[in-house]
């Protein structure tokens, strides 16, 4: 039996994964993280700046692009050091991956299941309601066990 390398990723980032969204984590500070610790910590932005090697207009820019989201990572990494801080960057899915790849199957499996049940009806074929949702959810399984990336392939 082949290995299924692919489902163990998928748990082992979905568990760490649960932890980032089970932290309670403040939001940004609207003036951004880097003039919040700079201004806690009791630090001009001029000595931010001569931290950084760059003129204080420069710290003043890198402030507000944190705020208004047009930062770079290398940027607030290399203030982040000048900070003695650490960045750390994460993507917290708003439910497991699991869920998101089964919550994708359903919707898929609907829309083609939609497709065929009305095609049925039309030609006065229809069949019950369970044994539609029974061939949904059978599909939904399916299309769970093919190739992940044909969850997402848009149609033409």
Same mark, same amino acid.
């Given at each position: 039996m082949k290995p299924n390398f692919s489902e163990l990723k998928l748990r082992q980032l979905d $568990? +760490? %994964?649960? *932890?980032?969204?089970? =932290?309670?984590?403040?939001?940004?500070?609207?003036?951004?993280?880097?003039?919040?610790?700079?201004?806690?910590l009791g630090m001009t932005a001029t000595q931010l700046a001569r931290r950084l090697s760059v003129v204080t207009s420069t710290v003043t820019r890198l402030e507000t692009s944190e705020a208004d989201d047009n930062i770079s990572? $290398? +940027? %607030?990494? *290399?203030?982040?050091? =000048?900070l003695d801080c650490e960045l750390r960057y994460v993507l917290v899915p708003r439910q497991s991956l699991a869920d998101t790849l089964a919550t994708r199957a359903n919707q898929l499996a609907r829309e083609r299941m939609a497709g065929v049940a009305h095609s049925m009806a039309l030609e006065a074929q229809a069949t019950s309601n369970e044994t539609v949702a029974n061939q949904t959810r059978a599909l939904a399984d399916s299309?769970?066990?093919?190739?992940?990336?044909?969850?997402?392939?848009?149609?033409?």
């Open positions: $568990a +760490t %994964l649960a *932890r980032w969204r089970a =932290a309670e984590l403040p939001a940004r500070p609207p003036s951004g993280w880097l003039k919040a610790i700079r201004e806690a990572l $290398a +940027t %607030l990494r *290399r203030a982040a050091e =000048a299309l769970l066990q093919g190739p992940r990336r044909e969850l997402w392939r848009e149609k033409k």
